[in-house]
């Protein structure tokens, strides 16, 4: 799916070790049309999936980067990120592309977790505080196990929390490519990057 992304952060490059030595911290959201099929394999009347929607999610976290060259920057990222998944309605996996109801919904959440990133900044050279990134990051949002509930009085029962539930671990792999515009402090941040 798609993503937009807004972030805001610092970078430092230190003055020892000849320079090449970067070190920053950051804050970034994400709003995105992430989807996967879903499939309830622990509901035991029937077949069931449906379609789960990432909805947003933001990151904050630091990285330490290497000057390979005087305009490319390499560099590792980490953190802590927080996700915000929409609720999974379920429909038939027998019947799909009808859209056959179950009267099932996994309920919308929000999950917390960790996030580690790869990645490298190019200075474009015909704009000097403009730069080219492209990252990849992993973010693990851990396992949980949350009740399914019934949404439509006569196909799953009475409606409200069914005995059923999920355990569902969510991890997300995103390659971002950005233009990023650096505002640089006299001293901070030399001529060389």
């Known amino acids: 799916g798609w993503l937009a992304t807004g972030q805001v952060g610092c970078d430092y490059q230190l003055p020892f070790f000849g320079g090449d030595w970067v070190i920053g911290a950051f804050g970034d959201a994400d709003w995105t049309g992430i989807k996967g099929r879903h499939t309830g394999?622990?509901?035991?009347?029937?077949?069931?999936?449906?379609?789960?929607?990432?909805?947003?999610?933001?990151?904050?976290?630091?990285?330490?980067?290497?000057?390979?060259r005087p305009s490319l920057l390499a560099y590792v990222s980490g953190g802590y990120t927080q996700a915000s998944l929409d609720a999974v309605t379920y429909v038939s996996a027998l019947f799909p592309n009808f859209g056959a109801p179950t009267g099932l919904q996994l309920p919308s959440r929000t999950q917390h977790g960790w996030f580690v990133g790869v990645g490298a900044e190019y200075a474009l050279p015909w704009l000097p505080s403009l730069f080219w990134k492209n990252e990849f990051r992993f973010a693990d949002y851990g396992t949980r196990t949350d009740a399914v509930n019934c949404t439509t009085v006569g196909l799953c029962g009475p409606v409200g929390p069914t005995a059923f539930s999920e355990r569902n671990t969510l991890y997300v792999e995103t390659f971002r490519t950005e233009l990023v515009w650096r505002f640089h402090s006299g001293g901070i941040l030399s001529s060389r990057y």
Not at 43 to 59: F, H, V
């Open 41 to 68: 394999g622990n509901i035991n009347i029937g077949l069931q999936d449906g379609d789960e929607k990432l909805r947003w999610s933001w990151a904050g976290g630091g990285r330490l980067g290497w000057v390979v």
